[in-house]
């Protein structure tokens, strides 16, 4: 059974037109995280919550924003997509321990396209 | 910075080969996982490493955790088609909830 669901999975967009991703989980973890990831490369961090917590990282920009209206649900809201903004956007989810392992399972991508 | 490099960046064998991919920091992580991605997918845990000279083996996969913990490998011991996709490792350093990606290790098993 999915635990980590992404919707959509494609998502095509213009130039300039805002455009929100979502991301659901069963697993009832504390934290979710956004990830971009370009073509075969790593994923990279764009921010996490953790509970109502907002984390965003440094280099993330102003144009990537998020909302987690309860524990199950995580949005990522591109307010003016760009070309570069063309990438898989991975949503991820983890119980939030420390000081061992806090594993991270990640939902199946939304690949987005901006025309 | 915390850094993880991984090698090879790209493997290409055959099938029936062995493996082996490299994941080297200079920094200490609590534990350290392993994911696949298959083109299209998200990354697919394997298998997470917490204790320093950890073995752990999935089928024919043989995942180690350096006794020192700021090293891994993954060993794969007759390679199928199937075992084709992104190897990644990623660190956890225990504290702030986020991980450290490694650079990726692209695996591209044919017949």
């Known amino acids: 059974d999915a635990m980590v669901i992404q919707n959509p999975r494609y998502q095509v967009t213009q130039f300039g037109k805002p455009v929100t991703l979502s991301c659901s989980q069963t697993l009832n973890h504390n934290v979710m995280y956004w990830y971009q990831q370009k073509s075969s490369q790593a994923p990279k961090l764009l921010f996490h919550y953790y509970d109502k917590d907002f984390n965003n990282e440094a280099d993330t920009p102003d144009n990537f924003q998020s909302r987690r209206p309860n524990t199950s649900f995580c949005f990522l809201d591109i307010r003016s997509p760009g070309l570069g903004d063309a990438a898989m956007y991975l949503c991820?989810?983890?119980?939030?321990?420390?000081?061992?392992?806090?594993?991270?399972?990640f939902g199946p991508g939304t690949r987005l396209t901006v025309l | 910075t915390q850094l993880l490099e991984q090698s090879p960046q790209f493997l290409s064998i055959q099938e029936g080969e062995n493996l082996t991919v490299y994941c080297n920091s200079s920094s200490v992580f609590s534990s350290l996982q392993w994911y696949r991605q298959e083109p299209g997918e998200g990354p697919v845990l394997l298998v997470t490493?917490?204790?320093?000279?950890e073995v752990k083996k999935l089928k024919r996969l043989t995942f180690q955790f350096g006794d020192a913990r700021k090293d891994s490998s993954l060993h794969i011991t007759a390679a199928q088609p199937g075992d084709t996709g992104l190897y990644l490792c990623a660190g956890d350093t225990g504290t702030a909830s986020k991980l450290t990606f490694g650079t990726g290790t692209r695996l591209q098993v044919t017949l």
């Open positions: 490493v917490v204790t320093g000279g």
């Open positions: 991820a989810t983890s119980s939030g321990v420390t000081g061992g392992a806090d594993t991270q399972y």
